[in-house]
Nanobody, 117 residues
């Protein structure tokens, strides 16, 4: 079965950096778009970044600070987060979408990112 396992979360001071990783198994990785989402306490889950064969996209609030990349040889997608702000505090989830689908069908369990001021 398909599994997405995130890692790399933690506690960091404002202005610091973290790199999240999401290792995928059970799917043909190169044929999937990958995305990162986050959910802060009391808020709805929101899109952060996505990467596909046509490029990458970001929510405006992280542009210039976050970078999404993928390594198809390792079946892993990354989210490099720089200049972190307290408002970036959330549980971060990775997700996979088949290129034949318009929605994300597979989700990881999430990893906590906490940014202290």
């Amino acid at each position: 079965q398909v599994q997405l396992v995130e890692s790399g979360g933690g506690l960091v001071q404002a202005g610091g950096s973290l790199r999240l990783s999401c290792a995928a198994s059970g799917l043909r990785f190169s044929t999937y778009g990958l995305g990162w989402f986050r959910q802060a306490p009391g808020k709805e889950r929101e899109f952060v970044a996505a990467i596909s064969s046509s490029g990458s996209t970001y929510v405006d609030s992280v542009k210039g600070r976050f970078t999404i990349t993928r390594d198809n040889a390792k079946n892993t997608v990354y989210l490099q987060m720089n200049s972190l702000k307290p408002e970036d505090t959330a549980v971060y989830y990775c997700a996979a979408r088949s290129y034949s689908s318009s929605s994300y069908g597979y989700w990881g369990q999430g990893t906590q990112v906490t940014v202290s001021s």
